[in-house]
């Protein structure tokens, strides 16, 4: 008999999506209420179901951890979120594929996995730093560093 695989080798990542919706110089914001980064600020988002292509996820997600509608445009970046436990197994692995997003309508409201929404600005963020996921951080930095420079 074969020697039996672990999770991690047999394991697949998982695809997700981070919505990245940029209004009035502000990014849209989430404290997530789960894990991974519970309790943390980060862009809202969360799992592609089968069948569901990236625009779609992202739409879905943003809309019901925010109530707010967007067009996803282009994807902006993907991540790799990766944990493991202190035995050094795998626990997770999702590759997060950000949207850039064009709002359209809604105001922010709390819903599903997010405990708090809002919008920020560069300076409020910044602010925040030791609060916000470092995922989020980088794509804030790059997607407001970027709105200022115009």
Not at 11 to 16: E, N, Q, S, T, V
Not at 95 to 116: I, K, Y
Not at 140 to 148: F, I, M, T
Request: aromatic share 4%; charged share 20%; glycine share 8%.
């Amino acid at each position: 008999m074969p020697p039996s695989s672990s999770a991690a080798e047999t394991a697949f990542p998982a695809a997700a999506v981070s919505c990245a919706v940029v209004r009035e110089g502000r990014l849209l914001m989430i404290r997530r209420r789960n894990p991974p980064n519970a309790g943390r600020l980060a862009l809202p988002g969360g799992k592609v179901t089968a069948g569901e292509c990236l625009a779609a996820a992202a739409r879905r997600e943003l809309f019901e951890e925010t109530g707010v509608q967007a067009r996803a445009c282009t994807p902006f970046t993907a991540i790799d979120v990766i944990e493991h436990d202190a035995q050094g197994r795998l626990r997770f692995h999702y590759v997060v594929v950000v949207m850039r997003m064009a709002w359209e309508a809604g105001e922010p409201v709390a819903g599903d996995d997010a405990t708090h929404a809002c919008w920020m600005d560069l300076e409020t963020l910044s602010a925040a730093a030791g609060d916000i996921c470092a995922t989020a951080s980088e794509v804030a930095l790059q997607l407001l560093g970027a709105e200022n420079q115009r």
